[in-house]
């Protein structure tokens, strides 16, 4: 993207206003949640000053309002992801809340003793967690695929281990960390040959990367609006409709029933039944301006040139004799680059580039099992967003030398 159009986008995010930030921030901690732009902020805004109630229930000008704005950002993610119905699309609060949905209402109901359940090395504890509890609840067995020498699914392991038991595949589409991507359709035809059920978390791949749940075949797909510029407290479970309409609601309450009588009752279709309670009709709201945001610039664009600031750093990166690299080196992957500075522990990197008013992450990125497959107690995650530039990457490179320096390594 050109640098001009990168400065244009900038100019769209409230963050990067010096005078009322007091200071100039390079943001690199976009893998953990995005900042946001001033017409998601408006959306957000705008709907609680003048569109605000409670969808499904009035019969009045705001009720009636509300429901539209809210079924009409559900139909904004299903293009956005190429789903065939919208009834497809429910709202949750973020991709934990996705994965634990599928856990319970899919996982409980459907595994058995001695089931398989696979997973990677490197998934967040929101989508290995989960299914540790299922396998304990169910009797069900968990198979892990580890990584190649590059970082990414070991793919000729992961044919290896469906066989005939394997019932769910519950994979990361990119790591937090290593930033490898898996091949969705290919893992998902795999699955489904051996008869497993597929869910993706796909947290770290919405953001940068075109989405198409039809082409895929994929069963599941989890993800978060705060990682794609929308606000906090949104997020989206997509499952195939004929597996949702078979699944027990998650949660009880109102607005997901169709009858209640003292000792019994009825639940609604879907989505409805997996959508209890008052929902955050706002950040639906805001969600569905950021997916206005995002292609209005357009996915490929944000992708190219987060591709290109990654290859860059991670190209300058490896020039540092200090710095250690546990990414994949393959250009593509997510823009993240996770690495560790020669004898100073991740926090003193992190506290140290803070002062310079550069912010990244540091610790196990809700990822142990691979921290302790890497041999790492804790790393240094820097990650992009379509509002970076290759001058924020220059001023972070000279700050890491900065780093080696503070700790007494170094001239």
């Known amino acids: 993207m050109k640098k001009n159009k990168v400065m244009e986008i900038r100019k769209e995010f409230p963050y990067l206003d010096e005078e009322k930030m007091g200071r100039k921030i390079i943001y690199f901690d976009n893998g953990a949640t995005s900042q946001k732009p001033k017409c ?112 990414e699914l070991d793919m000729d392991m992961y044919k290896s281990i469906l066989n005939e038991k394997t019932k769910l595949v519950s994979l990361a589409a990119a790591s937090n960390t290593v930033g490898g991507l898996i091949d969705i359709k290919e893992v998902t035809r795999l699955a489904h040959e051996v008869g497993a059920v597929v869910s993706i978390d796909a947290a770290q791949f919405v953001p940068h990367i075109k989405m198409d749940v039809q082409s895929w075949d994929v069963d599941f797909i989890s993800f978060s609006g705060h990682k794609m510029y929308a606000p906090m407290g949104i997020g989206v479970l997509y499952g195939k409709k004929e597996i949702l309409e078979l699944m027990t609601p998650f949660m009880y309450g109102g607005d997901m029933i169709e009858y209640v009588y003292e000792e019994e009752a009825t639940f609604a279709p879907v989505p409805a039944r997996f959508e209890a309670g008052t929902q955050n009709v706002g950040g639906a709201v805001a969600l569905a301006a950021a ?36 990414s994949t080196p393959n250009y593509n992957r997510s823009p993240l680059i996770d690495f560790n500075i020669k004898d100073v522990h991740s926090h003193d990197v992190a506290t140290i580039l803070d002062s310079y008013d550069i912010a990244i992450r540091t610790g196990h990125h809700c990822a142990m099992p691979l921290h302790t497959y890497l041999k790492e107690n804790s790393t240094c995650r820097v990650s992009f967003a379509v509002y970076n530039t290759f001058e924020e990457i220059d001023f972070f490179l000279e700050k890491l030398k900065e780093v080696r320096k503070v700790m007494g390594y170094g001239s």
Not at 73 to 92: D, H, T
Not at 300 to 324: G, S
């Open 291 to 326: 997916i206005d945001f995002m292609e209005r610039i357009g996915i490929d664009n944000i992708h190219n040139h987060e591709l290109e600031l990654t290859d860059y750093a991670y190209r300058k990166m490896k020039e540092l004799d200090f710095v250690e690299i546990h």
């Open 40 to 151: 998601v902020i408006d959306a957000l805004s705008n709907y609680y000053s003048y569109q605000c109630a409670n969808p499904h229930r009035g019969a009045h000008y705001l009720g009636m309002l509300s429901t539209e704005l809210y079924e009409g950002a559900r139909e904004k993610v299903k293009e956005f992801i190429n789903a065939k119905f919208s009834k497809e699309i429910v709202f949750v609060r973020n991709t934990t809340e996705a994965l634990n949905l599928i856990a319970y209402s899919y996982g409980l109901s459907n595994l058995k003793k001695g089931d398989e359940i696979v997973l990677s090395v490197y998934e967040h504890h929101s989508n290995l967690v989960t299914w540790q509890y299922v396998a304990k609840k169910t009797g069900a067995i968990l198979r892990y695929v580890y990584m190649n020498k590059e970082h």
